[in-house]
């Protein structure tokens, strides 16, 4: 059993996910049932493998090296349009028609 | 006139001769959804007000005789993970039921542009995640060729809708097959872009090195004109290509003469559904036989390895992706939360669906601290390797044809508690994702219960001519036979 209760609550944490004692418990099941699975990949060997993050990092401008492959991307530091700002707090759960209303934060 | 199965090409005749009006076409198509899709529920929103406004303005354009648009008048519906201004956006979520967007997803905006028809917003597994629309917050789609089966997933929506007869053509997103297991298992053709190819400015993201923005249709060549239509460089998208775009539709007359087929060993294994491999071997000797294409063995060796790679790497960015839908500016945010803390981990856990959580817990353990490099790092690694793959294929061939999915159309409830069961129907398809190909699934058969088979092209990258091409040829060389 490689993921325990406790570290389902840890990861939990740092997701930002409250889980209910029921999708804890179902939680370790399938993580470990998926992480059993994955666990195939160590039948492989890649020493000296370089990962792939992107897919343009092997098919950006081919005759490019570095930051120059991604020239294309790039545009000059000035200012745009904004989005307006009352569609911007239209979704807004809380708001006072200036900020998004949150609840106070308090120190752990 | 029957405008049950019309053809992109067909709508925009039919509209330019006046045989029918931009309004008709969308009504007709409305009164169909309202009779059937209670029971397929392929659509979360209907976009009645725009979808008439622009229908009106196609018709002012035609009833003047002035040109008009390349889609114009076309009835289109989009999944909806794409944004539409104006028009509620959930994702297939409860995390954003409510929520109405202030932008349009650049994709979208291309098909407006170009005159088409929006009438509404497709149904989809939350957040696209999932192989059969049975995660969608709102209740699954039904596929319209067998009412007690999936119609694939995650655009399940946008694929009935097409087979069903409610839009001429639908835009979906495709992450890990999500565009073409379900045209396979829909009966319809379903493209799904060279990565980069269209803008994902717009696409709610799910895994931003592996999301992609493509059609249904009905035909390959709608799937070449929409393709010409949607795709380009996008400024407000920096992952997306700087590559010219070719004249699709006219790329599609070329000879396929000598063109080279590579058929995967790892793609047709023992125990795999007879009749799928039956469908999609005939397809090829077809396109042999008929078209005068060489078959190729090849090998494609890490295949086996391809689905815990996506499992890690998707996962891994969607919990980075997903970690915004925290209840601040947007969406669901939980009642009566004390704190900060208390408000974000509430609303999420409130109103985020149980396969949505579990894929959050995965990629959130594959990243964090000691186990990032066991996990992501050497899923990224392998991903190099399946790269490595393709790249000494295409040295040998031109395209590679493989079945699109192990299986037709599962029945509803067959696979919904057991993830890793779900996450297996992907098999054929994540591969092109992981690697940024190219790949569109094209109907070729019907298994003895009457369920849509589809054969998958794949082509190198940025040589979607290619799989139009040889698609097409099918088609002819099908109907000839």
């Known amino acids: 059993m490689r993921v325990s209760e406790k570290d389902v609550l840890y990861v939990a944490d740092l997701a930002n996910l409250e889980l209910t004692p029921e999708e804890s418990a179902r939680m370790v099941r399938d993580l470990n049932s998926i992480l059993e699975y994955v666990d195939r990949l160590n039948q492989l060997e890649t020493d000296g493998v370089s990962p792939m993050a992107q897919v343009s990092d092997r098919y950006g401008a081919p005759e490019k090296e570095g930051t120059a492959k991604f020239e294309y991307a790039m545009r000059a530091d000035e200012l745009g349009e904004c989005l307006d700002h009352k569609l911007a707090l239209a979704n807004a759960p809380e708001s006072d028609g200036a900020f998004f209303k949150v609840p106070k934060v308090i120190e752990r | ?481």
Do not use: W
């Open chain 2, 1 to 481: 006139m029957d405008t049950n199965s019309l053809t992109v090409a067909g709508a925009l005749t039919a509209i330019r001769e006046r045989q029918i009006t931009a309004t008709s076409l969308a009504e007709e198509h409305y009164r169909r959804i309202a009779a059937e899709d209670g029971e397929i529920h392929s659509f979360l929103t209907l976009s009645k007000e725009h979808a008439m406004a622009a229908a009106a303005k196609v018709d002012a354009l035609a009833a003047r005789g002035d040109p008009l648009p390349p889609l114009a008048g076309v009835p289109m519906a989009i999944k909806d993970v794409m944004v539409t201004r104006g028009v509620r956006t959930t994702a297939g979520s409860k995390i954003l039921e409510n929520y109405v967007p202030p932008y349009d997803c650049t994709a979208v905006a291309r098909l407006r542009a170009a005159g088409a028809v929006v009438l509404g917003k497709t149904n989809c597994d939350e957040f696209a995640m999932g192989s059969s629309t049975e995660n969608s917050a709102y209740g699954p789609v039904r596929n319209p060729r067998d009412k007690s089966r999936v119609p694939g997933g995650s655009s399940g929506g946008s694929a009935a809708a097409v087979a069903a007869g409610f839009a001429v053509a639908t835009l979906g997103s495709d992450t890990g097959g999500s565009i073409r297991q379900p045209a396979s298992f829909c009966g319809v053709v379903g493209l799904m872009p060279t990565y980069g190819r269209v803008s994902r400015y717009g696409l709610i993201a799910f895994a931003s090195s592996l999301d992609h923005i493509g059609p249904f249709t009905r035909t390959v060549q709608d799937a070449a004109v929409l393709l010409g239509i949607i795709a380009g460089r996008d400024p407000l998208d920096s992952t997306s290509a700087d590559v010219p775009v070719p004249d699709y539709a006219a790329e599609i007359g070329k000879p396929v003469r000598g063109m080279k087929i590579g058929v995967p060993a790892e793609y047709f294994t023992e125990g795999m559904d007879a009749e799928v491999r039956t469908a999609v071997e005939d397809a090829i000797q077809l396109l042999a036989a008929k078209a005068g294409c060489e078959v190729v063995p090849i090998s494609l060796p890490h295949t086996p390895y391809a689905i815990p790679t996506y499992y890690l790497v998707a996962t891994a960015e969607a919990s980075s992706n997903l970690a915004r839908y925290d209840g601040v500016r947007y969406g669901h945010r939980s009642r009566e939360s004390r704190t900060l803390s208390e408000m974000y981990r509430r609303s999420r856990d409130e109103a985020f669906g149980p396969e949505v959580k579990r894929r959050i817990m995965l990629g959130t353990y594959a990243l964090s601290a000691g186990y990032y490099d066991a996990y992501y790092l050497k899923a990224q690694k392998v991903r190099t390797l399946l790269a490595r793959d393709f790249e000494e294929a295409f040295a040998k061939v031109d395209a590679i044809i493989t079945p699109t999915s192990p299986t037709p159309a599962f029945k509803l409830g067959e696979k919904v508690d057991d993830p890793l069961s779900m996450y297996l129907a992907d098999i054929f398809t994540v591969t092109a994702d992981l690697v940024g190909v190219p790949g569109i699934s094209i109907p070729c058969g019907n298994s003895r219960e009457g369920l849509p088979i589809g054969m998958q092209i794949m082509a190198r990258h940025f040589d979607e001519s290619t799989l139009f091409r040889l698609g097409h040829a099918y088609e002819h060389a099908r109907a000839a036979a």
